[in-house]
């Protein structure tokens, strides 16, 4: 099995930046992909960034030139750099491991005020 756990996140202005950072704990040699969803009330989740093991990302068309995803294998962690927040960024992020099934985090709420 695979725990995640998440740190970051919080309040922020619009045009500001915010950090989360996702630890995973447990069988870890078994996660292939990383990476966040956030679900926005009244909304489906959505992918915000995944990283593979090897080191490819992708993003959603939203995000992209403003969010950085980056993964220490090391550590078995990856981390979301969020530069040029908008309030429509508001959301609860939830990190996600990838291997032969899927792993959550519990979330962790990012507002941007206008």
């Known amino acids: 099995q695979v725990q995640l756990v998440e740190s970051g996140g919080g309040l922020v202005q619009a045009g500001g930046s915010l950090s989360l950072s996702c630890a995973a704990s447990?069988?870890?040699?078994?996660?292939?992909?990383m990476g966040w969803y956030r679900q926005a009330p009244g909304n489906q989740r959505e992918l915000v960034a995944a990283v593979s093991s090897g080191g490819s990302t992708n993003y959603a068309d939203s995000v992209k030139g403003r969010f950085t995803i980056s993964r220490d294998n090391a550590k078995n962690t990856v981390y979301l750099q969020m530069n040029s927040l908008k309030p429509e960024d508001t959301a609860v992020y939830y990190c996600y491991a990838k291997g032969w099934r899927w792993w959550w985090g519990p979330g962790t709420q990012v507002t941007v005020s206008s």
């Open positions: 447990g069988s870890t040699f078994i996660i292939n992909d």
